[in-house]
């Protein structure tokens, strides 16, 4: 049996296809075709009824659907024992991180990313706010990072949540600059195979279905 991927080149869909690569679990690719609004349509709302990728669904759970990234990221992990600790506290601590991600880097920094890249009007505060929040929590992640290889100890979801975002962070217009350990971290993760298959997957679209993806997220 095998598990259906619904996704989007983003970074929250990224977290997803790494996640499986790493995991080594069979899954079909359903791309998400964002800027057509295949997301909104009711086939994808009866998998995921906030309309947002990525999605997926179990098929060896008996067509079990799970949405939200980090919730997906939890229940692979907790499927095949992998990619989070067994012992209860670095099991939290990779919990911690993970939820670091999904309540602050990702909210921060996908902000950054509209009001840089998308908004139709240029509101320098508001950019700038949302940029320097983002590099404030790299700079939290750097300090963590001075004393260990990966967030939770050995590497984990945490890594992968966190990784998916921060990668992208010239796109958000937020430098990398002095943050020697982030760096040493990005780079190290980058370079797993698994995750540059997962970074694969699904191709990514042109510069104009970006922008029109973008924007059909931002009236949404």
Do not use: C
Not at 42 to 64: E, M
Not at 74 to 84: D, H, Q
Not at 119 to 148: C, K, M, W
Request: aromatic share 8%; proline share 7%; charged share 20%.
């Amino acid at each position: 049996m095998t598990i259906d991927l619904y996704t989007a080149p983003t970074p929250n869909g990224h977290k997803a296809s790494i996640a499986l690569e790493e995991l080594e679990l069979p899954y079909e690719l359903h791309a998400v075709h964002l800027g057509e609004g295949e997301q909104k349509k009711p086939a994808f709302l009866r998998i995921n009824p906030n309309g947002r990728i990525p999605a997926i669904v179990d098929r060896a759970a008996g067509d079990f659907a799970v949405f939200e990234s980090g919730a997906i990221l939890l229940y692979l992990a907790e499927k095949t024992g992998r990619l989070i600790p067994s012992d209860p506290l670095d099991r939290s601590r990779a919990i911690q991180w993970l939820m670091f991600q999904m309540g602050g880097v990702g909210p921060m920094q996908g902000q950054a990313n509209v009001f840089t890249r998308y908004f139709p009007e240029h509101l320098p505060s508001v950019i700038q706010r949302y940029q320097n929040e983002t590099r404030r929590l790299y700079e939290v992640l750097d300090g963590h990072l001075a004393g260990t290889e990966y967030l939770a100890g050995d590497y984990s979801i945490a890594d992968i949540a966190n990784f998916a975002w921060v990668r992208t962070h010239e796109w958000s217009g937020v430098s990398l600059e002095g943050l020697e350990h982030l760096q040493r971290w990005v780079d190290a993760i980058g370079a797993r195979p698994a995750v540059q298959r997962g970074i694969a997957v699904p191709p990514r679209p042109s510069g104009e279905d970006v922008v029109r993806m973008a924007r059909r997220i931002l009236v949404e």
